[in-house]
């Protein structure tokens, strides 16, 4: 029995083009929901990182009895290999540790990519 798809001749050229726009149509699609995935989980990632990097630098300044200072966390900061997995610059203000590179939902302070609503 044939294959109604399948001729002798092969598959037609254009049945391999329509094949082709599908494929195109499905990763048009993924593309961008891929990449917003990618995003949120690099932010994630640098949210829970500067979690516990605050976490065990006011542990390592009550252990020491000593206060906050610049060097003091730049030395600490130090012994961590990576933070932010986009290489965003990590800073201590106002007794939170901030990366420039991603939004922080507690304190309502980002970089700009939030949406503006349409009026």
Known sequence: MKNKWLNEKGITLLE??????????????????????????????????RFTLHEHYSQILDLQGLGHTEIRFIEYLQTYSVICSI??????????????????????KGDGDEEVPYL
């Open 87 to 108: 290489n965003g610059v990590i800073s201590f203000s106002e007794g939170q540790i901030i990366c420039d590179q991603h939004f922080d939902k507690a304190d309502g």
């Open 16 to 49: 391999v083009m329509l094949f082709f726009l599908i494929l195109l149509v499905i990763s048009m699609i993924a593309w961008p929901i891929y990449n917003h995935i990618i995003k949120e989980s690099e932010a994630r990632v640098c949210e829970e990182n």
